[in-house]
């Protein structure tokens, strides 16, 4: 019996062992630049030859984290002075979360290299979430049909993860929460790497949208990390301290939009946590137990409260994290013709299963750039996507239409367009190009016969210069000849009334 204890005994040892070699600390001698953004500030924590970081169009640092939470953001650096092209290899570590769903256009998380003619050149980068439904890291010498690449699954969902890309003189390897998920052979040099852009959260081809989430920590070793100090990197996480993150800042509400679910995050916490909210807000599940990472809740609004306080996550001593929500109101919104059908079903945008389109479009519960209750579509990026309706079967031959909608742009034009309204004829399109506030677009146009094999209207910037476009209160009406305004009825005399007739086409 005691032989078989001590058998044990040297197994688990054994094991235990087995576990400390396949985790191996790569230590600081090869680690050139870091940034943790913990002291509030995008410098290098590396103290020789640091190369600090520049916060551009609006970027934040906040709860030891650097924010981009709107089109544009991003984070610059000095290329010559990082000089990537001096290194032997180069291993790229980045933790990050994005926000849920928000980048389905070709984003990068870092960039370093040349820009000719709006496309980048003589490059290398990463990136967790792509139009091609990839994440990627990448080396060329010269622009994207010369790239050298190791692919991934995609990631846009919310969740913290962990990337390292390792790239030397003869091997690309892509890593992603501690395993390896791809390796292909390299023949581009290191020393064709250009200096003239560094970037975090964008990339180097000017009408690639900028990427939205959050970094907590960027590192650059010169050295080939191994999967066993990936592995180490992964377990050790992004902060040594506690964090609690979330993938939203803020909530929003109104009586259409009435459920979200949202992720959080926590490390290096013990805590079984609470999460306390407003009356007329259930959450599920309630209660988070200590050292979950990634977890889903949701979210529900009883539509008869007045919402207007705070989502609050509680340890035994700790309030780790504040999430502000709010209910909202949709009663700006009126129908033009109260009697007609609206053929944009979801006029507020708050579903996007009721959308077709492509690219980087989603629904936007951001209320800084919603006009009327809680949520607006939103299409961000140059030619970045499209927000469309599909109206196949539904326009009628040589019939007058009216589109009516709520827009706000920033960075230049988006058009409101219609295809398939006549046959063999290209898009009917509504530039619209004042931005920075929200604007009326109210126009009409008469379908042609025979119409187009298939049909639909669509919001985007596709071939013109916007960077992201907000559109609420969208209505399509087929309009009749004469519009009788019952609510424009008098009644003058006993037996006798007035009444007004508009006449609209």
């Not at 985007?460 to 004469?482: F, K, R, S």
């Amino acid at each position: 019996m005691k032989k078989k204890y001590l058998q044990f005994l040297f197994f688990i040892l054994f094991l235990n062992s087995l576990i400390s070699i396949a985790q191996k600390d790569p230590g600081k001698i090869n680690l050139i630049h870091q940034w943790t953004f913990d002291n509030g500030t995008a410098n290098d924590v590396i103290n020789i030859n640091s190369v600090n970081g520049v916060l551009q169009g609006g970027a934040t640092i906040k709860d030891r984290a650097l924010i981009f939470s709107s089109q544009g953001q991003f984070l610059s650096f000095s290329g010559s002075a990082l000089a990537l092209n001096t290194y032997s290899v180069i291993s790229q570590e980045i933790w990050y979360c994005s926000v849920a769903g928000a980048n389905t256009g070709y984003t990068m998380l870092s960039y370093f290299g040349n820009i000719s003619g709006g496309l980048g050149y003589n490059y290398i980068y990463t990136s967790t979430a792509r139009k091609d439904n990839v994440s990627r890291t990448a080396i060329s010498n010269g622009t994207y049909n010369s790239e050298i690449y190791a692919n991934g699954p995609e990631y846009d969902d919310g969740i913290v993860h962990h990337m390292i890309s390792v790239i030397d003189a003869d091997s690309i390897f892509l890593y992603i929460d501690g395993e390896l998920t791809s390796k292909v052979i390299n023949t581009i040099s290191l020393s064709t790497i250009g200096t003239s852009l560094a970037y975090l959260g964008k990339s180097g081809y000017t009408d690639d949208p900028t990427w939205i989430g959050t970094i907590y920590k960027f590192s650059i070793y010169n050295k080939k990390l191994t999967p066993d100090e990936v592995k180490y990197l992964y377990n050790k996480g992004p902060e040594e301290s506690k964090m609690f993150a979330a993938s939203v800042n803020s909530v929003a509400f109104d009586e259409f939009y009435t459920s979200q679910k949202i992720t959080v995050s926590m490390l290096n916490i013990s805590d079984t946590v609470k999460i306390t909210m407003p009356d007329g807000i259930t959450v599920t599940p309630s209660i988070i137990p200590a050292k979950t990472n990634n977890l889903l809740l949701t979210l529900n609004y009883d539509t008869s409260f007045i919402v207007d306080g705070n989502i609050n996550f509680l340890g035994k001593d700790t309030l780790y994290l504040t999430i502000p929500v709010k209910s909202l109101k949709n009663n700006c919104y009126s129908k033009l013709y109260p009697d007609a059908e609206n053929l944009i079903f979801d006029p507020f945008i708050s579903d996007l299963d009721f959308f077709s389109g492509w690219g980087n479009r989603s629904i936007n519960n951001d209320i800084q750039y919603v006009y009327c209750g809680a949520t607006s579509g939103k299409v961000s990026g140059i030619n970045g996507g499209s927000l469309d309706v599909n109206l196949t079967g539904k326009l009628l031959p040589n019939t007058k239409y009216r589109i009516k909608a709520k827009v706000y742009l920033t960075g230049g034009s988006f058009q409101i367009g219609i295809f398939g309204w006549s046959d063999n004829q290209p898009d009917y399109n509504k530039i619209i190009s004042i931005t920075d506030s929200w604007q009326d677009v109210d126009f009409t146009f008469t379908t042609g016969s025979p119409l187009g094999l298939k049909q639909g209207v669509f919001f985007n910037n596709y071939g013109l210069t916007g960077i992201t476009g907000y559109i609420d209160n969208w209505e399509m009406y087929a309009v009749p000849e004469i519009y009788l305004s019952l609510s424009n009825i008098e009644f003058l005399t006993q037996g006798s009334k007035k009444v007004t007739i508009r006449k609209v086409n």
